[in-house]
């Protein structure tokens, strides 16, 4: 496979469940971010882990656990989630999480997930 | 104040025509700007990008970055009904060197 792949692709999970998100990227990129997209809002970053360091958590509920083992897979681990987490979940890559002005992030396909 | 804003649309344009998706932005230090579209149910997938004052072209698409007005643009010439998506406007700004800031995206809409 090639890109950027992300399992699974649709997910309904109850509020007491524990399901994982999974990330895997093929470019040989060392960074790599999730994103969440809800209906009618901006695309809002979660969290971005640069070598496997995580850099950045945006201010995320603790509901929401990432995990980076190495460079190309990352994962989201999710508990007790509220119906409003419902969205879009997107994983993305960027080669090296760099100050370049070029760098570029490339997005996975997506999870859908709905909270019941 | 929103950090990226874009206008939500739709826009409509019938088939050939050119499209003027615009996007304007807080951050006067902004270092580059990045348009993605995304298909409905899809990811965001990348067109350009462009960090100088001017004019970048790739094939159909131009996007056009004045610093000093703090906007950028995409045109799309012939415009095409599968070129029909919504359109996200992304910006890196100087306080990190990863971040992307998204706006909320223009849904354009090619009439055949």
């Known amino acids: 496979e090639t890109g950027v792949t992300q399992t699974p692709r649709h997910l309904v999970m109850g509020m007491t469940n524990k399901k994982s998100l999974k990330c895997e990227q093929h470019?040989?990129?060392?960074?790599m971010y999730w994103y969440k997209q809800s209906a009618k809002k901006p695309l809002e970053l979660m969290f971005v882990?640069?070598?496997?360091?995580?850099?950045e958590n945006n201010s995320v509920p603790s509901r929401f656990s990432p995990e980076c083992p190495n460079s190309s897979h990352l994962f989201l681990h999710l508990h007790t989630l509220q119906p409003e987490d419902s969205a879009l979940y997107l994983c993305?890559?960027?080669?090296?999480?760099?100050?370049?002005?070029?760098?570029?992030?490339?997005f996975g396909p997506g999870t859908r997930l709905l909270v019941l | 104040q929103k950090e990226v804003e874009q206008n939500s649309g739709p826009l409509s344009v019938p088939e050939g025509a050119i499209a003027s998706l615009n996007c304007t932005y807080s951050?006067?230090?902004?270092?580059?700007f990045f348009w993605y579209r995304q298909y409905s149910g899809k990811s965001p997938e990348l067109i350009m990008f462009?960090?100088?004052?001017g004019d970048k072209e790739d094939g159909r698409f131009t996007a056009q970055l004045n610093k000093a007005s703090q906007y950028v643009s995409l045109l799309i010439r012939d415009s095409q009904p599968s070129d029909s998506a919504t359109y996200l406007c992304?910006?890196?700004?100087?306080?990190?060197?990863?971040?992307?800031?998204f706006g909320s995206g223009t849904r354009l809409l090619v009439r055949p």
């Open positions: 993305a890559s960027s080669p090296r999480g760099s100050g370049s002005v070029a760098e570029t992030q490339y």
């Open positions: 470019l040989g990129h060392n960074a």
């Open positions: 882990y640069n070598f496997k360091e995580q850099t």
């Open positions: 951050d006067r230090g902004s270092q580059s």
């Open positions: 462009i960090y100088s004052n």
């Open positions: 992304a910006v890196k700004g100087m306080d990190s060197s990863y971040k992307l800031i």
